[in-house]
């Protein structure tokens, strides 16, 4: 989850958890590793049927609970919570015969643009679903999202303790404790279905402080000008795990453009690839973190369905849904929606899941004025 090395992003590592300093000091060193050759722009090679990543969706448990926490957290209720209602164009797009649902879709500034970034929470009933909120930081179709803030990332911590919100969870390879003395950079946090919420402070200029040094958004950015932290508080990016890394990296590549650099040494025992992808209808970059854990060798992902608890999915804008699918398909994507390509909402959309661990992506071309 060490997010901010969008060159090169393969190095192997271990912290020892007892030696706090330590592991900050090395943790931003890796952030900011300088690579050992030139990158390709794959920006440039992008398929010019994606539009961009339009947004994260989030199977819950409890809709109203989950409000709350996402409102504590800067994030505003665009639309819903809707009442329980059988969507038979949502349970075509998810394969669930008869389920009842509820949405809302709450949105939040974007830390690279000035469009707000989208997120959709979805509760079922009616249909079988399995609680996958224990899965860890670690586990195979784990997930989790970033998020820039403002100064010290204690006073967010302090903000959700007293709203008794606050669940630290335990990250793999990486200090995760409550209290930390001065400037906190970092801490994770969990969402009541348990995805994962990393947060990134950013630091506050003071009066006469020189204009920051201008930031590229691409997978040859250099140690000196990488922009990791984006140009304000917000949504930074979606990170989930995989097997394979150098497949993953392929699929993303291939199907969804992200730019992403190399992998250099599938051997290492944690390999986070950065890729950016634009944010939809926007020319400002996000990432999407594919992870992989050595640990995770010869594991089978779990069977975690689309309806289920803590199932979470990126959502990609198209312009043209045949063409996407299609080459998804092409890729050894998994097709989960009921026929393909299905009416959506105003527009279409194809679930598919990709070729590597099955991680879940929905390829949605809105119709006008239609929201996910």
Known sequence: MVQGRGMEQTKRFSIAPSSMIGAVALFF?????????????????RPSDIVGLALVGHQVADLERSIKFFEAIDFKVVDGPGAWTVDKELNKLGNMRGAESRTAVMSVQSSVSDVPFTLVLRQYRGIQRQDWSKLTSWDLLGAHIDMTVNGSVSDLLD???????????EIQGLPNGRKQEGFRRYAFIQDPDGLVIENFGKPIPKPGDPPPAATVS???ATAQNIDRLGKQTGFNHYATNVVDP????????????????????????????NGWYPQATTSSNLRIELVYFAL????????IKFQDINANFAGFQVSNIQTAYARAKQHGAITVSD???????????????DSDVGGYIMLWQPGPGKRP
């Not at 903000?159 to 969870?169: C, D, F, I, T």
């Not at 995770?296 to 069977?303: F, H, L, V, Y």
């Not at 026929?339 to 679930?351: C, F, K, N, S, T």
């Open 246 to 273: 150098v497949k993953a990296r392929d699929f993303y590549v291939t199907v969804l453009g992200g730019d992403y650099p190399p992998v250099t040494d599938p051997g290492a025992k944690q390999i986070m690839q």
């Open 339 to 353: 026929g393909g390509i299905v009416d959506y909402h105003g527009g279409r959309a194809a679930l598919i899941r």
């Open 29 to 45: 060193a890796l952030a900011l590793a300088i690579p050992t050759r030139s990158l390709f722009a794959q920006s440039q090679n």
């Open 159 to 169: 903000k959700l303790e007293a709203k008794n919100m606050l669940v630290m969870p």
């Open 296 to 303: 995770n060798n010869g594991k089978t992902p779990p069977p």
């Open 218 to 220: 691409n997978s040859s």
